[in-house]
């Protein structure tokens, strides 16, 4: 048995609620798909920390097995397996990941995001269905598409483009909770939909093309930071310790399977965050100004009230602290790695032409 190592990636949860003894996530495994990915392996280390058995399935396409070393594997296994096809674990709780989250990511491949949207969601609901699971689907604010109305409540049907470029995604994810609630109303499954707003933190892919990972590769590397448009569209962070305690609590709920904004509802503007990063990260970079993107969404902000009320759940951790953290983690990254200090930004991994990603 390997021993788990200390995670300097560790989320805190001092704030974080105890899940029940009587929670489903403690009566069997729970299986956790997209595991090595930035979201899915906070989730697996604080199942285990909850004394979970937990399960990760991965194909480890922007995932990383490095993200679950400090599991060891006494309670936690990873599984390398594409969701598009089916699988079968017997498990008490499902918490369905497996998706390329950044807009790069998902538009390198749009066909195959469009097949782990809806085919993975089906697998994964035949999964829990077989097994008399309850699962909740990671949803996404994508659903909103560039909207209309501000702050998005649950019931805003959005404004989805299905042709756009980031239908693959947007379409994707809405046809996965058309699938998840058809199989909670025709066959009684016990169902949650997480619609997860703009999360950041440690084990973002510095390469995403994220509004966050960029800046601060950017800032780390002396790179200008690439604001696009002129800096006033806003984004709303969430920190991904708190995204973690919202998705427990929705699990843990008695809610049924209407969907639950989860995300930060501070906004803040894209220069205002350039700025914030270029002082945590005492970068001489200047800020460079570029066309806005097609597609990039003015404003993204949830209401809450929903999770607010039934989970009693608002994110704790406040943006400098969480940047902070954030850029420790990075500056890590850049120390341990040569090629990412050798080759510069641009012409690398990073950013400098990728749309200030909305996720
Ligand atoms: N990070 C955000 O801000 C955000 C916002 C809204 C929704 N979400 C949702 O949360 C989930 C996790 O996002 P993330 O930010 O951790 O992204 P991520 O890319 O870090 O994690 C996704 C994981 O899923 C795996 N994966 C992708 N396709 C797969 C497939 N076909 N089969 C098996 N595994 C597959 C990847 O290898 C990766 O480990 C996604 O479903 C995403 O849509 C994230």
Redesign the pocket.
Known sequence: MTPPQADAAAAPDALARPVASTSPLLRGPVLV??G?????SHLCARLVREGAAVMA???????DRANLAPLGNGRFSLTA????ERFDHACSAIFH?????SPR?YQRAPIDTVK?AVF?TLHALENAEAHGARMLL?S??EVYGDPQVHPQREDYTGAVDPTGPRACYDEG?RCGETLATEFARQRGLDVRIAR????YGPRM?PDDGRVVSNFIMQALTGQPLTVYGDGSQTRSLCYVSDLIEGLLRLMDSALDASPVNLGNPQEITVLDLAERILRLTRSRSRIAFKPLPRDDPRRRRPDIARARTHLNWQPQVPLDEGLERTVHWFMRQVDADTELKLVPVQHSRAAANAPTAS?
């Open positions: 798909t997209g090595a990915g930035f979201i899915g399935i991965d194909d480890l396409s922007t995932g397996h594409n969701v598009v990941l497996a998706c390329p989250a990511a782990t993975g990671a996404t604010s994810k997860i707003f703009n999360t892919q996720e």
